[in-house]
């Protein structure tokens, strides 16, 4: 059983394709998500003939911002940002900074159209610090239609094609001057109270070089061993003083 269909974009879709193509997707892609909003229709020569203006057009867009993004990934190569945030004595941000606020700081310094999800970063970050991070836009393929339209292409083969991008420098600073001794000390105490409340938790007592309590009393010395009976008792190894005459 067929696992693709055959579908008319009547719209553009980033990642499948632009209006007019005739593309293979998945047909849950299809069924659930392009026919439904109309986005896409089933193949007809009449209808492929009808998109030629509004294909034109989306085609002149295209080249117009694959030019821009070209333009601007060069302008980013080698920039450096830099971001003040609050954070605890040892570096750790009380918020993390996201794709969106580097995105956000990135288009106040004159790149603008990158959106959040262009901003590649593995996790947010959450320490003061420096970083590279990968600003990436998917390449954008201009349809040459001089030569008629393309042959059918598939979502797959779209997720092959090479991608722009560039590497900017993150400065993450803090917003006044650290006291690293003193963010230790908080965290040790920290690590110290949590350590205690689980050891309360589980019913357990824990002691951290705790004195000895000096109002205990103090443990009863050992008994002497008792002095032996009467001299010259058989056993005792003791000879009885001589009787006086």
Do not use: W
């Not at 980013?76 to 570096?91: A, F, P, V």
């Amino acid at each position: 059983m067929a696992r693709n269909v055959q579908v008319l974009l009547v719209e553009n879709v980033d990642g499948t394709g632009i209006v007019g193509d005739v593309v293979q997707v998945r047909k849950g892609f299809a069924r659930n998500f392009l026919l439904p909003r109309g986005i896409a229709t089933t193949p007809d020569e009449n209808k492929i003939k009808d998109l030629q203006v509004k294909r034109k057009d989306a085609i002149k867009q295209l080249g117009e911002l694959k030019k821009a993004r070209t333009a601007l990934i060069e302008k980013l190569k080698g920039h450096e940002l830099t971001m003040i945030r609050s954070c605890n004595d040892l570096g750790i941000l009380y918020g993390a900074v996201t794709q969106h606020e580097i995105a956000v700081e990135l288009a106040k310094a004159g790149f603008k159209g990158i959106i959040d999800r262009e901003v590649r970063i593995a996790l947010p970050i959450k320490r003061i610090g420096d970083y590279g991070v990968t600003v990436k836009f998917s390449e954008i393929q201009v349809p040459d239609d001089s030569a008629g339209q393309a042959k059918p292409t598939t979502r797959a083969a779209k997720r092959d094609e090479v991608s722009l991008e560039a590497e900017v420098k993150i400065h993450v600073k803090p917003d006044r001057e650290l006291d690293i001794e003193k963010g230790k000390a908080d965290a040790a105490a920290a690590e110290t109270a949590t350590i205690e409340k689980q050891a309360k938790d589980k019913g357990a007592t824990f002691t951290k070089d705790k004195p000895a309590d000096a109002s205990a009393p103090a443990a009863a010395p050992a008994k002497a061993e008792a002095p032996a009976k009467a001299a010259g008792k058989p056993g005792s190894g003791v000879k009885a003083p001589a009787k006086k005459a």
